[in-house]
């Protein structure tokens, strides 16, 4: 079955630790995308990639990084200089095409700080 | 500054009942607005798509209105069961193509 595979589940992280979140896609979709989910907030838009080799900031990309090296992949680092990491991470993708497409998400990443 | 407002936090009814989810927005123009399901620890489900020339989209159980006037999108879901507890969100297309905004969210609670 085609999805989006986020890894791992739960993540650990130390003061002064850079982590990097997984996100594989085998929909052969074109966009990818990356969220935080905080409680009782809505998704909010970290980076977001229309094709391989390019990416874009969204609202809240200070203290993350990306790349997009192929395109089943979106990998997400979490740098040391996001001081509140701790929340629930969301990757998603669409297809090529016209017209609107709904986003399928993956099942997420909860980050935590030790 | 766009804004995103679903009624309220959570919403509790009595299996069999309608549940009725709101949603509005303020200084957006949004083409198509969307509505996804959420469940504890997973990631959203996508659930219908409305666009705005269209009032009403149904499927199922479910029924999504637009008004663009009054700025708001109503999410109704009939006959509603235990199963459908669950947390429901709407997203806006944003002015950029191909990104939406969400809104928090409502927590429904059918109970039994």
């Known amino acids: 079955d085609g999805g989006i595979t986020q890894s791992p589940k739960y993540l650990f992280r130390k003061e002064g630790q850079n982590v990097t979140l997984s996100c594989e896609q085998n929909l052969n979709h074109d966009a990818m995308y990356w969220y935080r989910q905080d409680p009782g907030q809505g998704l909010r838009l970290i980076y977001y990639?229309?094709?391989?080799?390019?990416?874009q900031k969204g609202d809240i990309a200070e203290g993350y990084s990306v790349s997009r090296e192929k395109k089943e992949s979106f990998p997400l680092t979490v740098t040391s200089a996001q001081k509140n990491p701790t929340a629930f991470y969301l990757c998603a993708s669409i297809p090529r095409g016209e017209g609107r497409q709904p986003q399928h998400f993956g099942d997420g990443t909860r980050l935590s700080i030790l | 500054s766009q804004k995103i407002e679903q009624n309220s936090e959570a919403l509790n009814i009595q299996e069999g009942k309608t549940a009725t989810l709101t949603c509005n927005y303020t200084n957006y123009s949004p083409a198509y607005l969307q509505w996804y399901r959420q469940d504890p620890g997973r990631g959203p489900v996508f659930l219908l798509l409305i666009r705005e020339n269209e009032k009403e989209k149904r499927k199922e159980r479910l029924k999504v209105t637009f008004d663009t006037t009054l700025k708001q999108s109503l999410f109704h879901i009939t006959a509603s069961q235990p199963a459908d507890s669950a947390t429901y969100l709407c997203?806006?297309?944003?002015?950029?193509?191909?990104?939406?905004?969400f809104g928090s969210g409502t927590q429904l609670t059918v109970l039994p």
């Open positions: 997203a806006l297309e944003r002015s950029s193509a191909r990104q939406l905004t």
């Open positions: 990639s229309q094709i391989v080799n390019d990416f």
